[in-house]
Nanobody
Framework: QVQLVESGGGLVHPGGSLRLSCVAS????????MGWFRHNPGSERESARE????????????LYSDSVKGRFTISRDKAKNTIYLQMNNLKPEDTGIYYC????????????WGQGTQVTVSS
C-alpha cells in the first residue's frame, strides 16, 4: 500500500522560506509522478485544491503553477524515494495545507495522498 508522509510545514513571515519533504513507500510503479497540491483552509479538498508542482520519475521533468513559478523549486532524491519543495519569497496567499501526491500524471483523480502539512504565511 502506497504511503506518503509529508513534513516541513510551519509558520513563516511574508518573504520567508520553507522546505517541504514527502517520503514515499509501499509503491511498485516503474514510472510515476509525485508532486504537491494545496488547498485553502475551511474548504473541502476536492473542490479547492490547487496544483502547485510535480516531478516525473522517468526524467525529473517538472511542472509549476503560474502562481509559484520562479519562487518554488521541486526536486527529488530517487534513492530516498523523497521529493522536496523549496518555497522562497512566500506570500500570504501561499497559506494552506500542502498535500503530497503520487499518480500516473499530475492530476488529483485517482491519486495517492499524504496526510498534508500546514503552511501559514503571516506577519
Amino acid at each position: 500500500q502506497v504511503q506518503l508522509v509529508e513534513s516541513g510545514g510551519g509558520l513563516v513571515h511574508p518573504g520567508g522560506s520553507l522546505r517541504l519533504s514527502c517520503v514515499a513507500s509501499g509503491f511498485t510503479y516503474d514510472y510515476y509522478v509525485m508532486g504537491w497540491f494545496r488547498h485553502n483552509p475551511g474548504s473541502e479538498r476536492e473542490s479547492a485544491r490547487e496544483r502547485v508542482s510535480c516531478i516525473h520519475s522517468a526524467d525529473s521533468s517538472t511542472l509549476y503553477s503560474d502562481s509559484v513559478k520562479g519562487r518554488f523549486t521541486i526536486s527529488r532524491d530517487k534513492a530516498k524515494n523523497t521529493i522536496y519543495l523549496q518555497m522562497n519569497n512566500l506570500k500570504p496567499e501561499d497559506t494552506g495545507i500542502y498535500y503530497c501526491l503520487m499518480n500516473v500524471d499530475c492530476q488529483p483523480y485517482g491519486a495517492h495522498w499524504g496526510q498534508g502539512t500546514q503552511v501559514t504565511v503571516s506577519s
